[in-house]
């Protein structure tokens, strides 16, 4: 079946550097993919859908300048928390469309931001 | 503004038992509804899709049913086992790869 990529899996950084986080299509062709965050104990929240060759589109209230999108390529979109701050914390996961009818979407499996 | 529920935010369950889940939403009309579970620090995986137009789906143990006049899925699993233990989301999807929304989870514990 379809898989999505995504690294790392956790990371820790120093307030105020940046951090990129990738997310890949492995076995198929995604024009849109999706970046959710998730705070413990509580659902996704839909952050931004990222647009192959094209600018994201992100949600309200999400900040496009601090949360960076790339979508360079079909199988392979960023994203790049930047200034990144102890509010920032969380758990980002990317999502793709499954390829297959009726497949519903395809996950990463996540990447853990602890910002100290 | 739209709002999507589900039934309980934990469920205790003992083994073998039928686990049933609820998912209801308001203000949306979705075109297809899913389930996902998620297990701990992990991302969801997909379970199953109906379709507006659909009244149930089958596989394996799993089982979803979709009103669309009561604006509600209910998520079966039946002869459930320890390993079934895991956080079950609904999502609502309008069709288009927009507006796709998933509702708060239920956290199901099956019991030994």
């Known amino acids: 079946g379809a898989v999505v990529s995504q690294h790392p899996s956790w990371v820790i950084c120093k307030s105020g550097t940046s951090v990129k986080i990738e997310c890949r299509s492995l076995?198929?062709?995604?024009?849109?993919m999706f970046w959710y965050r998730q705070f413990p104990k509580q659902s996704l929240m839909l952050m931004a859908t990222?647009?192959?060759?094209?600018?994201?589109?992100?949600e309200q209230g999400v900040e496009k300048d601090k949360f960076l999108i790339n979508h360079a390529s079909l199988t392979l979109s960023t994203l790049t928390v930047t200034s990144a701050h102890p509010e920032d914390s969380s758990f980002y996961i990317c999502?793709?469309?499954?390829?297959?009818?009726?497949?519903?979407?395809?996950f990463g499996s996540g990447t853990r931001l602890t910002v100290v | 503004s739209q709002k999507i529920e589900q039934n309980s935010e934990a469920l205790n369950i003992q083994e073998g038992k039928t686990a049933t889940l609820t998912c209801n939403y308001t203000?949306?009309?979705?075109?297809?509804l899913q389930w996902y579970r998620q297990d701990p620090g992990r991302g969801p995986v997909f379970l199953l899709l109906?379709?507006?137009?659909?009244k149930e789906k089958r596989k394996e143990r799993l089982k979803v049913t979709f009103d669309t006049t009561l604006k509600q899925s209910l998520f079966h699993i039946t002869a459930s086992q320890p390993a079934d233990s895991a956080t079950y989301l609904c999502?609502?999807?309008?069709?288009?790869?927009?507006?796709?929304?998933f509702g708060p989870g239920t956290r199901l514990s099956v019991l030994p």
């Open positions: 109906i379709r507006e137009n659909e």
């Open positions: 999502a609502l999807d309008n069709g288009h790869g927009q507006n796709f929304v």
């Open positions: 203000n949306y009309s979705p075109a297809y």
């Open positions: 076995d198929f062709q995604a024009t849109t």
């Open positions: 990222s647009n192959e060759g094209s600018k994201a589109t992100y």
């Open positions: 999502s793709a469309r499954s390829p297959g009818r009726g497949d519903g979407y395809t």
